[in-house]
């Protein structure tokens, strides 16, 4: 039952962690969500249109800025150009016309022509290689736009691109919302195992606006991972041998800066990474399996093995007690029919006695003593003396027998005492940990529950601030309709927060199902135990009533 507890207990922890985890990043994206767009919904298209020549000089003072906001707020770089283009560069008045439907079929043209024609300055995709987010436009993901990402290999299943996040996760992106950023001049990463020749000829293709292996990596056909180059998948690798190296040393629980261990961990080779992995695992064991002992209960003596020896010992002693009365009685039987009999020859005698004294008076006939040389005839003193000291050894052994039995009983019950206390501590201290469970899985549900009010006032508040923007933009152009957009499922691994939220409350609701149960179960193990010890006691007391007269006999 206790392993079961602790099992619970462990996954309930892992459940409340990963929602504490969730909902801390929903939080935060809501949050940041919520300041883009009261940021960008100020209502200034209430102005009157600008002319050809302000439209162009509005344009042209920071055009790369506006650009960037608009991707920020979830839209491709070429539907956002063209946006501001269309609108003259007046960032107020692109954001409204991204979002008219009657605009999609315009922007859709614009990004597969931008697609199409591609840019010579944009680098391949590549394994191994750095990119930045761009172009979500969902709620849970467009906090991820702007971020820096390591691309780590092309899954062709989902025709997406795996990424490691700045945070260590792992996401899968579509390529059209992925722009590389390499540190070499052409954009893209250069090799020290790379021969000269290649080197040239790739950069020619790169100055021609012919990126390489361009079909393998941004269309992502099935065979881009086979013709990824070795040294890739080999920083590949020791990326991840990086990140679990970390994980386990942070699950060590031992304080270290975050820094140092960076450092250390970039200077290890693979080997030396792999070693340290292969430790670690090794001390996690050890350290479980030493924690699982020390909470182990200590074993309880053989106290049945020691009942079932003391009632052999006490059926033997009964048996020799029994012999050695039976043995008694025929001595005291034969002690008793040689008084008879010497008695008897003592009239014998006195009656032979006086009839020869009578007949010769003066003849004295003298006491013959018996001759030593019969040896078959023993004198009766002797045999009578041999039986009596015999009795007194059997009436000793008796009372010792009778001591024997005295310390069998106080053994006994000594046992059934030990037995009674160790079911009671037991008992105590797994009610001890059911109550401290309960409390700590009380406590947890209180800090989840508040979480969740949180996050739903959270996203109240971006549902008026959301309608607050709404409202100036439809009083100022009343004839633009602005329809609402439904999110694209531009992740994979991103799940509604209502769905989490139920899971989590289902998982607590089985938790508490199972304490409860397990209470029930404690509590009907207790009333076993007091019924077992009375049951014994009873017993016990019949047991010496029963050989009470024969230890008093």
Excluded at 128 to 142: D, E, F, N, P
Excluded at 434 to 451: F, G, M, Y
Excluded at 465 to 485: L, M, N, Q, T
Excluded at 522 to 550: H, I, N, T, V, Y
Aim: one cysteine or more; hydrophobic letters at 35%; a negative charge.
């Amino acid at each position: 039952m206790s392993e079961d507890v602790r099992a619970a207990v462990g996954k309930m922890s892992r459940v409340l962690r990963l929602a504490k985890d969730r909902a801390n990043t929903q939080f935060g994206k809501v949050r940041e969500r919520a300041k883009r767009f009261s940021l960008g919904g100020s209502p200034t298209t209430s102005q009157s249109a600008p002319s050809a020549t302000e439209s162009s000089s509005a344009f042209m003072e920071d055009p790369d800025q506006k650009v960037k906001q608009l991707m920020d707020l979830g839209f491709s770089e070429a539907a956002a150009r063209h946006a501001l283009r269309a609108c003259g560069g007046h960032l107020d008045i692109a954001g409204p016309w991204l979002l008219d439907e009657q605009n999609a079929d315009e922007l859709l043209a614009a990004e597969v022509a931008a697609q199409e024609v591609g840019s010579p300055a944009r680098p391949p995709l590549a394994a191994g290689g750095r990119a930045r987010v761009t172009g979500l436009q969902t709620a849970s993901a467009a906090a991820l736009n702007g971020s820096d990402v390591l691309l780590q290999k092309w899954d062709a299943a989902s025709q997406r691109w795996i990424v490691s996040m700045p945070d260590g996760t792992v996401k899968s992106i579509r390529p059209q919302n992925l722009d590389p950023l390499y540190a070499s001049p052409h954009g893209r990463p250069v090799h020290e195992d790379e021969p000269a020749e290649q080197t040239e000829q790739t950069e020619q293709r790169y100055s021609a606006g012919q990126p390489e292996q361009s079909g393998q990596h941004q269309a992502g056909p099935a065979s881009a991972s086979a013709a990824a180059p070795e040294d890739e998948r080999s920083d590949l690798d020791r990326e991840e041998l990086k990140i679990l190296a970390r994980t386990m040393l942070e699950s060590t629980g031992q304080p270290r800066q975050q820094s140092v261990t960076d450092e250390v961990l970039e200077a290890l080779s693979e080997a030396d990474l792999l070693e340290l992995i292969d430790g670690l695992s090794r001390d996690l064991f050890v350290r479980t399996d030493g924690q699982q002992e020390a909470q182990e209960p200590p074993a309880r003596p053989d106290v049945a093995g020691k009942i079932v020896e003391l009632e052999l010992e006490e059926t033997r002693l009964r048996s020799l007690a029994e012999a050695q009365a039976k043995r008694a009685e025929e001595l005291e039987a034969r002690e008793a029919a040689l008084q008879e009999a010497e008695a008897a020859l003592e009239r014998r005698r006195s009656e032979g006695k006086e009839p020869a004294e009578a007949s010769a008076p003066a003849v004295r006939i003298p006491f013959v003593a018996p001759k030593e040389d019969m040896q078959d005839a023993s004198p009766t003193s002797t045999t009578l003396e041999a039986e009596r000291a015999e009795l007194q050894r059997l009436r000793e052994e008796a009372s010792e027998m009778q001591t024997w039995a005295h310390v069998r009983m106080s053994v006994e019950a000594a046992a059934k005492d030990l037995e009674l206390r160790q079911e009671a501590a037991k008992l105590e201290l797994e009610e001890t940990r059911l109550r401290s469970l309960a409390e700590a899985q009380a406590k947890r549900a209180e800090e989840l529950e508040a979480r969740e009010a949180a996050l739903q006032e959270a996203e109240a508040a971006l549902e008026r601030r959301r309608s607050e923007g709404k409202e100036p933009a439809e009083a100022s152009a009343p004839a633009v309709r602005i329809p609402f957009v439904a999110p694209k499922e531009d992740m994979q691994d991103a799940s509604p927060t209502s769905t989490t939220l139920e899971a989590e409350r289902a998982e607590l609701q089985r938790l508490r199902e199972g304490v409860e149960a397990a209470a029930k179960d404690l509590e009907l193990r207790q009333e076993a135990a007091k019924r077992a010890a009375e049951e014994r006691e009873l017993q016990f007391l019949e047991e010496e009533s029963a050989q009470g007269p024969w230890l008093n006999a």
